[in-house]
Structures are given as C-alpha cells and as structure tokens.
C-alpha cells in the first residue's frame, strides 16, 4: 500500500491568513494526488483533484501543487468557512490511501 | 442532481454481519463506480471497496477476506456486507462516487453520502 503523511497534523491560523498543508506519498505517485475538506460530522467535499485541477465550484484561493511524492495544498485568505479538517488521498494505485488529515483551527 | 443516502443497522453486535445500503436518486448507478469508504477517529479515511460501472468489484486487501459489495441495478442501490465484525470496525461508513477527469485516468471520489455511523458492540 502506499502511505500518505500528512503535516502538521493540527494548525492554528486566523482569518485572512495563508496556510499550506503537505503531503508526502511513501512512493512516486505522478500527481494523481486528490485533496479534500471535511467539516465537522460531514462528509469529505472533493476540493482539488490531479494535484493541482480544482472541483468545479472549490473558491480561487485554494491551489495545489507537487508531484511524485512531495505535494501541497494552499489556501490564500483563510475565510472563516476554512476551518475543517484537510485530507489528501492517492489514486495512483489500489487500494487507495488517504492521509491522516491535517485539522485547521482558529487562533 | 444526483444523490447519494446510505442506510442500515447503527449496531452491530461482535462477530456477526454489518449490512448497508447505498441508494442513489436523480442518476443510474451504472453510470459510475462507487466506492464504500469507512472513517474511524484512529485511523482516518479507509476506502474499503469499489464496484465498476462494468460490475468488477476491487477489495482492499486490508478487509477482503470480510467484505462483499454488490449492486442492485433494479433497485439502484449498492450494498456492503462486512462479516465477523470487532469494535475495530466502529467507524463512519460513507458511499461515495468515484468520478474521473476527462483524460479517464484521474479518479476521484466527487459525491459523497451523509456517512452512517455503525457501532459494533454487544
């Protein structure tokens, strides 16, 4: 299986603020590389998808980027809405992988 | 708009069989794959299964021994079966599109069910 690691595993930011959130793949995984979001006792929301591709809807100042192992997601002027629980996930092979989520908290 | 609910017991005692159900509206489930994914505070996301749009079902080697997954065209529902269950598998259980980019090779899951919490416990 190929691991997805996520860091930090908490952070604490404050509106208007820029965060990036990483993921490292245990092995190459090209940028079949997926983010998503999740709001407390929701399910996950596709955010972006091919690494870096935006969902249909997903707001500008979300961006992804990396590929092979080394991947990253950016959120540019954290709006309240933002706060939520981020994982990435791997459709390079099966069975797919999530990471262990990076939780975003207000400061 | 397409839309996804799954369904089925929130208990479960050890030992016996965990069965849900995913009923999709609004769209035909064999236009699409679809996944069972399960959510533990511990362990985070696990997807669990898929069942293609051409019927091949794929397993997470992690639980394959324990779970079956079939469709129900008629009724345009999914179902999983998971067997032998242990508080290990107290988990959210979600049903969730797995939808691709136009090139076919991106996957994705892009519609999720509300989840379903399911207890296993005596």
């Known amino acids: 299986d190929i691991h997805m690691i996520q860091s930090p595993s908490s952070l604490y930011a404050s509106v208007g603020d820029t965060i990036t959130i990483t993921c490292r793949a245990s092995?190459?995984?090209?940028?079949?590389l997926n983010w998503y979001q999740q709001q407390p006792g929701k399910a996950p929301k596709l955010l972006i998808y091919a690494a870096s591709t935006l969902q249909s809807g997903v707001p500008s100042r979300f961006s992804g980027g990396g590929s092979g192992t080394h991947f990253t997601l950016t959120i540019n002027s954290l709006q309240p809405e933002d706060f939520a629980t981020y994982s990435c996930?791997?459709?390079?092979?099966?069975?797919?992988?999530f990471g262990q989520g990076t939780k975003v908290e207000i400061k | 708009q397409v839309q996804v609910q799954e369904s089925g017991p929130g208990l479960v005692k050890p030992l016996e069989t965990l069965s849900l159900t995913c009923s999709i509206s609004?769209?035909?489930?064999?236009?699409?794959?679809w996944s069972w994914i399960r959510q533990t505070p511990g362990k985070g996301l696990e997807w669990i299964a898929y069942n293609s749009d051409t019927g091949r079902a794929n397993y997470n080697p992690s639980l394959q021994s324990r779970v079956t997954i079939s469709v129900d065209t008629s009724k345009n529902q999914f179902s999983l079966w998971l067997n032998s269950v242990t508080p290990a598998d107290t988990a959210t259980y979600y049903c969730?599109?797995?939808?691709?980019?136009?090139?076919?090779?991106?996957?994705?899951?892009?519609?999720w069910g509300q989840g379903i919490l399911v207890t296993v416990s005596s």
């Open positions: 609004y769209g035909s489930i064999t236009s699409h794959q």
């Open positions: 969730a599109r797995d939808g691709h980019d136009i090139s076919g090779y991106h996957y994705y899951f892009d519609l």
């Open positions: 092995q190459s995984i090209s940028t079949y």
């Open positions: 996930q791997q459709s390079y092979s099966m069975p797919r992988t």
